[in-house]
Nanobody, 127 residues
Framework: QVQLVESGGGLVQAGGSLRLSCAASGRTFSRYAMGWFRQAPGKVREIVAANNWSGDNTYYTDSVKGRFTIARDNAKNTMYLQMNSLKPEDTAVYYC????????????????????WGQGTQVTVSS
């Protein structure tokens, strides 16, 4: 089992940057496929980015490609989301998630596939 805690959210102007962190408890963090999701008011939760257990297989939703970077440091039990060139439409609560993968290269894109979730961190981008 793993517990996830997000941090790094806040208020930023359009064009600015934030780095979100997701700290995981437990000694088996490296076994998990991970994902970042977000949910804006009145909208469904959507995938932002995801990676496999080693971090060498990644996925980005089209709207963040070239602006966001997902990374993980298994030695520190931490995953990151570097967000650059932020836009007002990036405003949402951001969640990290974890799942024991079926294969080493597996990346998961659907929220129902994940077993563990953090509490979320608010990102607000002003225009």
């Amino acid at each position: 089992q793993v517990q996830l805690v997000e941090s790094g959210g806040g208020l930023v102007q359009a064009g600015g940057s934030l780095r979100l962190s997701c700290a995981a408890s437990g000694r088996t963090f490296s076994r998990y496929a991970m994902g970042w999701f977000r949910q804006a008011p009145g909208k469904v939760r959507e995938i932002v980015a995801a990676n496999n257990w080693s971090g060498d297989n990644t996925y980005y939703t089209d709207s963040v490609k070239g602006r966001f970077t997902i990374a993980r440091d298994n030695a520190k039990n931490t995953m990151y989301l570097q967000m650059n060139s932020l836009k007002p439409e990036d405003t949402a609560v951001y969640y990290c998630s974890a799942k024991v993968p079926l294969t080493r290269g597996a990346v998961y894109l659907r929220d129902y596939e994940y077993n563990y979730w953090g509490q979320g961190t608010q990102v607000t981008v002003s225009s």
